[in-house]
């Protein structure tokens, strides 16, 4: 249940935030922000609600959690009304709207002694701009709640939530419920009918806990009270939502591991198809161009069976098929061990992740590790283009194509970082981030051989010579595509492509 008209005018009333400063603003949820208060020896922190059946403003004494990315409403509050001055405090009528009005002292410039004499002027600058009024309404109706910034004439600067079908938006005159003025009997009608809450097992419970301040004020009564009924239903729905996205990951990750394992013992059996290549080969006579089948006797267990095979291909092009299935097999295997191993490292660091979501009780910071988790990875902003690896200390960043290669070469990488490039075949830039007084190791640079290798056409060659130098030894290429340079200083490496050492790579792959 939300706030009454009359609980929300005992709470200002207690708040008396008329003459105080705006100090700071925070914004926790999509539902909620902090605005921190000061007068003389009287801090305060304000806590707006607009949860649907529990609208409030009240004081808090609680931490509020910072979101871990600045949200736009509280960014915008901050830079118009942070060290503001609240000239006034009041509800509009009983209609559950509160208006604060602002008040911004303009900026003061003075232009530094030293700017003076190189003008040659006399005295300093003084330039002071108008001081800013604005408004903001605070909306505690349960399901319709709002917060609005407007100008001295009421028209919004930017809200809370934004509702264009409402009118509610940037540039349109925010539209106030009437305000009536009403009698003895009116306000004592309304008194009835909504009468201010007493909490009464709020007041002994924070009593029993806080014996040196035995009264809260009614304020503080409302936070308790709301702060805990409102965030374990809310801690409920929470955890009822870690739930479903844990069960839904878990799933498709213990699927794809019972992949891995079938086609594991699939790949185990692998040793058949050079042992039926060896059979085709011994009687590969028998093949008459007609069927499709190789009906011989198996000489390992004297019995007959029946080998496909394809009846316009020669009895070696059919026994190197079968080779070559032992042969992808049979180095697969260790790749798919490493792949296994991989896959139930991940799925014990969500079983990890998820103990320690469940053992989460702040609703707020739990709701902002869950946004976190839920984000879809497209939407994570990158710090640069390409793809991050992580071996040992070391960074390296690889460019897939022209556009990746060139923004890197501008933005991300320095001089004294190495460059790797393929030598005679299109493919992506590799780098390797600089270590201060550190030398890049063989290890590292065979690590990046190999995915320059994999990153350009010479992967289907499976190896390939590359140069590397520093960033700073190379040099663009004029009217040439785009990210061609032109290295000096280089030495060259031969790259024979390793499977294993590249499925390592990429199973750590970052793009943050």
Not at 51 to 70: L, S, V, W, Y
Not at 91 to 117: F, S
Not at 258 to 272: H, S
Request: charged fraction near 30%; proline fraction near 4%.
């Amino acid at each position: 249940m939300s706030l009454n008209c009359n609980e929300i005018d005992l709470i200002l009333s207690e708040l008396d935030l008329t003459g105080g400063f705006v100090q700071e603003v925070v914004q926790p949820n999509y539902n909620s922000i902090a605005i921190y208060t000061y007068k003389p020896g009287k801090p305060k922190t304000l806590f707006i609600s607009l949860e649907g059946g529990a609208c409030r403003i009240c004081e808090t004494r609680r931490k509020i959690t910072k979101n871990e990315k600045p949200l736009r409403f509280q960014e915008m509050l901050k830079s118009k009304i942070k060290g503001a001055r609240i000239l006034s405090c009041c509800q509009l009528g009983k209609e559950r709207v509160i208006k604060l009005e602002l008040e911004k002292a303009g900026a003061i410039y003075v232009m530094p002694q030293a700017q003076e004499h190189a003008a040659k002027k006399a005295k300093s600058i003084q330039d002071e701009g108008e001081d800013e009024f604005f408004s903001l309404y605070i909306r505690l109706w349960s399901n319709a709640g709002n917060i609005f910034l407007c100008d001295k004439d009421d028209m919004i600067l930017d809200s809370f939530y934004r509702r264009p079908g409402k009118g509610e938006k940037t540039g349109e005159k925010l539209v106030l419920p009437e305000e009536k003025k009403l009698s003895q009997a009116e306000l004592s009608a309304l008194s009835e009918k909504f009468p201010v809450r007493d909490f009464e097992e709020i007041a002994a419970d924070y009593a029993e806990k806080h014996p040196d301040y035995p009264n809260p004020t009614y304020s503080e009564k409302v936070d308790l009270f709301y702060s805990e009924n409102a965030a374990q239903t809310s801690l409920e729905s929470l955890l009822e939502q870690a739930e479903k996205w844990y069960q839904s990951h878990k799933s498709r990750q213990v699927a794809a591991l019972d992949r891995l394992k079938e086609k594991r013992e699939t790949f185990r059996n692998a040793g058949q198809y050079k042992h039926q290549g060896d059979l085709i080969l011994a009687f590969g006579y028998q093949i008459d161009g007609s069927s499709s089948f190789l009906e011989c006797e198996d000489y390992d267990t004297g019995k007959k069976i029946s080998i496909k095979i394809d009846p316009k291909k020669s009895a070696q092009e059919n026994a190197a098929s079968y080779y070559e299935t032992y042969k992808k097999q049979t180095s697969g295997l260790e790749n798919l061990d490493f792949d296994i191993e991989a896959a139930e490292k991940a799925i014990a660091e969500l079983d990890a992740q998820y103990a320690k979501i469940v053992a989460e009780k702040n609703p707020i910071k739990l709701e902002q590790v869950l946004r976190k988790t839920q984000k879809p990875k497209q939407q994570e902003k990158k710090a640069h283009p390409g793809l991050d690896f992580f071996i040992d200390g070391w960074q390296i960043i690889v460019g897939r194509d022209a556009s990746e290669n060139d923004d890197l070469l501008r933005h991300t990488v320095k001089g004294a970082d190495m460059w790797l490039h393929v030598r005679d075949y299109h493919g992506g830039y590799v780098f390797i981030k600089n270590r201060p007084g550190k030398t890049v190791p063989l290890e590292i640079l065979l690590a990046a051989g190999n995915l320059a290798v994999y990153f350009s056409k010479a992967r289907k060659n499976g190896s390939a010579d590359l140069y590397y130098t520093q960033v700073k030894h190379l040099r663009r290429a004029k009217n040439a595509p785009k990210g061609t340079v032109l290295p000096t200083n280089e030495k060259n490496l031969f790259i024979k492509l390793d499977d294993g050492k590249i499925r390592k790579i990429l199973s750590g792959i970052s793009t943050d």
